[in-house]
């Protein structure tokens, strides 16, 4: 199923009147912009998906989590590749960021119709954690896969892999982990990473402020000038 169908899906079950959402198109040049509003007393949802051209372009979430924690996700669409950055904050600063690698191909329907989407698998999802006014890397894995289960970690509580090498459904997965995230993926849509794995006080503001404005509906640019290491 592709990203604009499971789309057109989401949107439909959302405009649904038994669903306790509101629900709008705007149409802006070669922009539609879908929002969805889902209030209730479990948790408050505020989705905006654009398609460009008719094709996927970005998805944007704010979500409030209860006892004064919120979340900010983006995620864009660009030949094939999914890039999601997700941050984590509460009204003394930003605690917390996600950034996800993943494929179009690999997206699913959300199973509670919640979200639209969800991933089914993902290359590679890396979790940060804001400390001394600087933000670093505390957790990583590789080959998410949420039908069977199957994950790899490289660093998380008790492991700390300076250099993996990884196999997973004929994709396989080399990364040198040290101050840079530097990833190499071979099989279908093969492709280098190099990411960085800590950002200063400034640049987790700069992270913020993309993500809480309009800026993010422009690309991918301002958050890859940040994450990707400069040689």
Do not use: C
Request: charged share 30%; net charge negative; hydrophobic share 35%.
């Amino acid at each position: 199923m592709s990203v604009e169908t499971i789309f057109d899906q989401y949107y439909e079950r959302a405009s649904l009147p038994i669903r306790n959402t509101e629900s709008s198109r705007t149409q802006l040049g070669s922009l539609d912009i879908r929002q969805v509003i889902e209030d209730d007393e479990f948790r408050n949802l505020n989705h905006k998906i654009v398609l460009k051209d008719g094709v996927a372009a970005s998805v944007w979430r704010e979500q409030e989590w209860g006892f004064g924690e919120n979340s900010l996700d983006v995620t864009h669409f660009k030949d094939g590749i999914v890039q999601s950055l997700s941050i984590r904050y509460t009204g003394a600063g930003v605690t917390g960021l996600k950034l996800s690698l993943t494929r179009n191909e690999w997206l699913i329907s959300d199973p509670d119709y919640r979200l639209p989407f969800v991933f089914g698998r993902s290359d590679m999802e890396s979790w940060f954690r804001t400390s001394d006014l600087e933000m670093g890397l505390t957790r990583l894995r590789l080959a998410f896969d949420r039908e069977t289960k199957h994950t790899y970690s490289v660093k998380d509580i008790g492991v700390d892999k300076k250099r993996a090498q990884h196999l997973y459904r004929d994709v396989e997965y080399r990364i040198d982990l040290g101050d840079r995230i530097q990833l190499t993926i071979d099989g279908k849509s093969p492709r280098k990473i190099d990411w960085r794995t800590k950002f200063n006080g400034d640049e987790i503001v700069r992270m913020y402020e993309y993500v809480s404005t309009e800026e993010w509906i422009d690309g991918w640019g301002p958050i890859a000038d940040i994450i990707e290491a400069r040689s």
